[in-house]
T-cell receptor, first 115, second 111 residues
Framework: GAVVSQHPSRVICKSGTSVKIECRSL??????MFWYRQFPKQSLMLMAT?????????EQGVEKDKFLINHASLTLSTLTVTSAHPEDSSFYIC???????????FGPGTRLTVT | QKEVEQNSGPLSVPEGAIASLNCTYS??????FFWYRQYSGKSPELIMS????GDKEDGRFTAQLNKASQYVSLLIRDSQPSDSATYLC???????????FGKGTKLSVIP
């Protein structure tokens, strides 16, 4: 149980384009999902907290107009990186919190390369 | 700033030995604690959660919590080469569902 999928697993895009990443909880409902970014050899950095049916809460320093998050259902959250630049190249990972608990289960991640 | 501190390692142990991973946290109001394992190039995988002082065992893994000392540890018994990974300590922020992660300890189990 507690399986989270993420799509795509890897994406290469040109500078200035937008990329959408999907995060799905497959066998449970996730009221809260989280988006993280991880640069090589660094720890996870929380970007935003996404609650179903409401606006995402962004961490300090994360541009909400650049990283658009939508949590339209209890099993799906999306992150859109708008006008991507090479410095946005990173490993983006979502996680989902199980209902009635605090554990977060992570998706497999999306490796974004902006050329 | 709420901090979670871990020794970055690398921690090298021989196969079959006990690996001991440590974590300290600064927010005395923290109530929930987690250990994740992350293989290189992969996303984190939840290993253990612990909420009360004392020990919690799951197979070869034992999590230990001491809230008075603000200290969490993970013991891995009979370490295997497949345990070689980075272990992340995570602490739930009081009043929210968000986790604060340490930078991780890299464990290397030598055959």
């Amino acid at each position: 149980g507690a399986v989270v999928s993420q799509h795509p697993s890897r994406v290469i895009c040109k500078s200035g384009t937008s990329v959408k990443i999907e995060c799905r909880s497959l066998d449970f409902q996730a009221t809260t999902m989280f988006w993280y970014r991880q640069f090589p050899k660094q720890s996870l950095m929380l970007m935003a907290t996404s609650n179903e049916g409401s606006k995402a809460t962004y961490e300090q320093g994360v541009e909400k107009d650049k990283f658009l998050i939508n949590h339209a259902s209890l099993t799906l959250s999306t992150l859109t990186v708008t006008s991507a630049h090479p410095e946005d190249s990173s490993f983006y990972i979502c996680s989902a919190r199980v209902e009635l608990g605090y554990e977060q289960y992570f998706g497999p991640g999306t490796r974004l390369t902006v050329t | 700033q709420k901090e979670v501190e871990q020794n970055s390692g690398p921690l090298s142990v021989p196969e079959g030995a006990i690996a001991s991973l440590n974590c300290t946290y600064s927010d005395r109001g923290s109530q929930s604690f987690f250990w994740y394992r992350q293989y290189s190039g992969k996303s984190p995988e939840l290993i253990m959660s612990i909420y009360s002082n004392g020990d919690k065992e799951d197979g070869r893994f034992t999590a230990q919590l001491n809230k008075a000392s603000q200290y969490v540890s993970l013991l891995i018994r009979d370490s295997q080469p497949s345990d070689s990974a980075t272990y992340l300590c995570a602490v739930k922020r009081a009043g929210s569902y968000q986790l604060t992660f340490g930078k991780g300890t890299k464990l290397s189990v030598i055959p």
